[in-house]
Nanobody
Framework: VQLQASGGGLVQPGGSLRLSCILS????????MGWFRHIPGKEREFVAA????????SYADSVKGRFTISRDNPKSTAYLQMNSLKPEDTALYYC?????????????????WGQGTLVTVSS
């Protein structure tokens, strides 16, 4: 399994970005997906996760109501729609996958990781 994340960039506070993560090598509908981020000076942290069939999601409190995780299994792609972005959302964002049908929020339970895409929120 390989993951390719994209969609990061520079955005002003209050703006929006959509991150994408393409899974290759296996059928995506067997994998639950997650997004994590690494803020400079901090540990990598959970952002959002979605069940393999897309019917259940989980979010960190810091992004709840602003970020939306979704997936398109036929396209082997997971998304993270980020709205109302704040400077404190600046981070390297990673997508991750694990072969389970459950929603997974713990970083250590993921088996596959993408390379990260940088999001910078600044005026």
């Amino acid at each position: 399994v390989q993951l390719q994340a994209s969609g990061g960039g520079l955005v002003q506070p209050g703006g929006s970005l959509r991150l994408s993560c393409i899974l290759s090598g296996r059928a995506m509908n067997s994998y639950s997906m997650g997004w994590f981020r690494h803020i400079p000076g901090k540990e990598r942290e959970f952002v959002a996760a979605i069940r393999a069939n897309g019917d259940s999601t989980s979010y960190a409190d810091s992004v709840k109501g602003r970020f939306t995780i979704s997936r398109d299994n036929p396209k082997s792609t997971a998304y993270l729609q980020m709205n109302s972005l704040k400077p404190e959302d600046t981070a390297l964002y990673y997508c991750a996958a694990v072969a389970t049908t459950q929603v997974v929020v713990l970083e250590g339970n993921y088996d596959y990781w993408g390379q990260g895409t940088l999001v910078t929120v600044s005026s």
